[in-house]
């Protein structure tokens, strides 16, 4: 499995760094996890990397957590995020720094669900996001946001771990604390101590 998934990010950034070539690109992973990394048309090895993984809300595709100008009869979700926009303006401000969205989209809409459907969850998930964020270097500087049933996600890779990788230097949840309990506080409580 990480060797399919180290080849399809190989090919997809095979092109990075070719001006005028989208910086966006999408594929699938277990079957119903669908992965969009928006990287900089331009990016840049030597320069620093932020990683943000962005699990998506209940009810949302990657689409329309992008967003885009509304038109009459567009679906009120395309509306409600603007990641894409958001990510536009936090590149200008940040200039050269490679600053890089993986959107994260489940076949349910829905990380709460998704981890139901599949109880290895705390396996598949820490897999998925450490693979994904090595392949931008080792002094990456990785996020952790989720929206909504996002923050699931996150608290299913905080599951998978024994302790939080020095690497993840945020975690924010917007309106998102589906699945929390207690027994996250002090492996959280120790990553805020680092």
């Not at 967003?67 to 303006?89: E, L, S, Y």
Request: hydrophobic content about 35%.
């Amino acid at each position: 499995m990480r060797s399919i998934l180290c080849l399809t990010l190989f090919f997809s950034f095979a092109s990075a760094g070719q001006k005028g070539k989208s910086g966006i690109d999408s594929f699938r992973v277990h079957g119903d996890v669908k992965i969009t990394i928006d990287k900089p048309a331009v990016f840049s090895s030597p320069r620093k990397t932020i990683v943000v993984f962005y699990a998506l809300p209940n009810g949302n595709t990657t689409n329309q957590t992008m967003g885009k100008k509304m038109q009459p009869g567009d679906d009120w979700h395309f509306d409600i995020q603007h990641i894409k926009a958001q990510t536009g303006f936090v590149r200008r401000q940040l200039g050269k720094i490679n600053f890089v969205v993986i959107y994260l989209e489940n076949s349910f809409k829905s990380w709460p669900l998704w981890k139901q459907k599949h109880p290895e969850f705390r396996s598949l998930i820490p897999h998925l996001v450490d693979s994904i964020s090595y392949l931008f270097g080792a002094d990456r500087k990785v996020y952790l946001n989720g929206h909504s049933g996002g923050g699931s996600f996150i608290f299913g890779y905080l599951a998978g771990v024994s302790k939080v990788p020095g690497y993840i230097k945020r975690i924010s949840f917007l309106d998102s604390n589906y699945g929390y309990d207690s027994t996250y506080y002090p492996k959280i409580k120790e990553w805020l101590l680092l």
